[in-house]
């Protein structure tokens, strides 16, 4: 299969869709990789060095678009990218569909087969692709709200851990899965007073073996979330509907009751933010000010340590990517963790999450034909 590799071109994204490393990988597989000129950039990895992994270097996105049977990336396509995807093509990357009709409208019309790595299962029933990122993303929504904490950043003036003889900040994590176990341990590593709100006893049970009373857990209801928020110094939204779009658990009504210069870090603003008042913000101008409350909603944060998330992710997709190349549809038919990725099929929706979060039809993955 001839695989692609555009440039990523989202504001200050500098992941790669593959590594060098995973390109030898491919083309030790019998396929054709081409990248584009620039692509490894952000990560240090030269046209050079993708050359010497095997893959042929193109000079522009719309090289890559036109002779690839196969595009990989990392960042939902923008505008310029979906409207040069073709029927039959399949697209591999990041879509988070739910919170984005437009993008959604343009791979339904491209034609394409988009497979999203934040639906793509294990055996497990958890979501492999997802996790890496999840990992970074939750690590460095602690160190984004330490940073957004300070007064010179609009933020309260609270160190997250304190120092001797003097209390530590609060920090609160909505949600007990991968983001907020690494938030939680990330904070409480640095010192804080950590609380995790989560829906799942079992889960709450795991934490509490996990963080051994250096965090605090707590059932998710209308009341624990206000008592936490209310008085929290940072709130890490971390709440994940695989597909959907995430919750509103804080209102604009209760960003008045919390203290001034509190932090929210949303994490789940691809899939629309779990705070009422996030909107999508960037690694260049990250927060803003509701009422008092500094707001941290980049929408790529793993984007900001390229060189660790390239890696990560590549580790991950790797064995997906290598069956959808020698495949190509029929991997998704033969995979059933595959074909829970499968989110555009030729002009039709494949995930119910996706559909009903949009209000669009849904076709059942068992409609595909090969």
């Known amino acids: 299969m001839r695989v692609g590799v555009p440039r990523e071109i989202k504001v200050q994204e500098y992941r790669v869709g593959l590594t060098p490393g995973a390109v030898r990988e491919y083309v030790a597989a019998g396929h054709e990789v081409t990248v584009e000129t620039g692509a490894g950039d952000g990560i240090g990895a030269s046209d050079e060095v993708y ?24 960042k939902e396509p923008q505008r310029s990218e979906w409207t040069q995807l073709r029927e039959g093509q399949i697209l591999f990357t990041y879509l988070h569909l739910a919170p984005d009709p437009e993008q959604t409208k343009g791979l339904l019309a491209s034609g394409c087969t988009a497979i999203a790595y934040e639906t793509v299962t ?50 609160v994590v909505l949600g007990g899965g991968v983001v907020g176990t690494q938030a939680a341990r990330m904070a409480a590593g640095l010192g804080a007073e950590v609380s995790v709100i989560d829906r799942s006893i079992p889960r709450l049970r795991e ?12 059932f998710s209801t209308i009341e624990s979330i206000e008592e936490e928020v209310f008085a929290a110094d940072v709130v890490i939204g971390a709440v994940l509907v695989p597909g959907a779009s995430a919750p509103k658990l804080v209102s604009r009504e209760m960003l008045k009751s919390m203290r001034p210069g509190s932090v929210l870090v949303d994490v789940a603003i691809d899939q629309g933010g779990c705070f009422e008042t996030s909107r ?59 074909r829970n990725g499968l989110n555009i099929y030729r002009g039709r929706i494949t995930n119910k999450a996706v559909a009903e979060s949009l209000g669009l039809p849904f076709s059942p993955v068992e409609n595909v034909a090969a």
Do not use: W
């Open 51 to 74: 050359r010497k992994a095997g893959a042929n270097i193109a000079g522009s996105a719309r090289e890559i678009f036109a002779k690839s049977d196969m595009i990989v990336k990392v």
């Open 122 to 171: 294990d055996g497990s029933g958890q979501l492999p692709l997802l996790a890496p990122m999840s990992e970074v993303a939750g690590r460095l929504a602690i160190e984004a709200a330490g940073a957004a904490l300070r007064r010179t950043a609009g933020g309260r003036g609270v160190l997250l851990g304190g120092v001797p003889g003097v209390q530590p900040a609060r920090v």
């Open 280 to 338: 999508p913000t960037t690694h260049a101008d990250p927060t803003y000010e509701v009422d008092g409350v500094v707001h941290y909603c980049v929408a790529n944060m793993p984007g900001a340590v390229p060189v660790t998330s390239s890696q990560a992710l590549n580790n991950a997709t790797l064995p997906f990517g290598l069956m959808l190349a020698k495949s190509g549809i029929a991997a998704v038919l033969e995979s059933p963790h595959l």
């Open 207 to 218: 934490l509490d073996d996990l963080f051994q009373g250096r965090a605090r857990t707590r």
